[in-house]
């Protein structure tokens, strides 16, 4: 994990988990929807809606629904599709209620690298514009935890 300020008041969060599988299977996993409901969000979360029209500008919505609690709604904007080695989209901060994020309204920037490694594909996720210390470090538990969700669909 490396979190590092931009600037005193934005922080940026890098990650990268390396995949058995290729860069268009992994990228398929992040773009049909069907797909990406059987793995987005930490263990234990469920994603009972996702809908996501994959053109740049287009949007993307997703119901989250932890074991407790009310849904944590996810949407952005694509802004990059360079199938299959990039992917990137403005994900919406609006008083969720993980850690550092509470009460706060922001929009912030993820980008996926997918980089084939012979049979294997490394992802770079890269979380920038995150608006406190402590949401770059609860977003790294939860981008953590889904990254791991996703290796399990994945075999």
């Known amino acids: 994990m490396n979190i590092q300020a931009v600037k005193p008041e934005l922080y940026t969060l890098t990650l990268s988990h390396l995949f058995h599988v290729s860069a268009d299977r992994l990228f398929d996993a992040w773009t049909n929807p069907a797909l990406v409901a059987q793995w987005f969000g930490p263990s234990g979360f469920t994603l009972p809606n996702a809908d996501i029209d994959l053109v740049v500008g287009g949007s993307y919505h997703f119901l989250m629904q932890p074991p407790e609690g009310d849904p944590i709604v996810h949407q952005g904007k694509y802004t990059v599709i360079n199938r299959p080695t990039q992917l990137a989209f403005t994900w919406l901060l609006e008083n969720q209620s993980c850690e550092g994020t509470e009460g706060l309204y922001c929009e912030t920037l993820v980008t996926l690298d997918f980089v084939e490694k012979g ?11 995150l ?25």
């Open 131 to 155: 608006p406190t210390k402590q949401s770059a470090e609860s977003h790294n538990f939860g981008w953590t935890s889904s990254l791991g969700c996703l290796e399990e669909v994945m075999v």
């Open 119 to 129: 049979s294997k594909t490394e992802l770079m996720v890269t979380h920038a514009g």
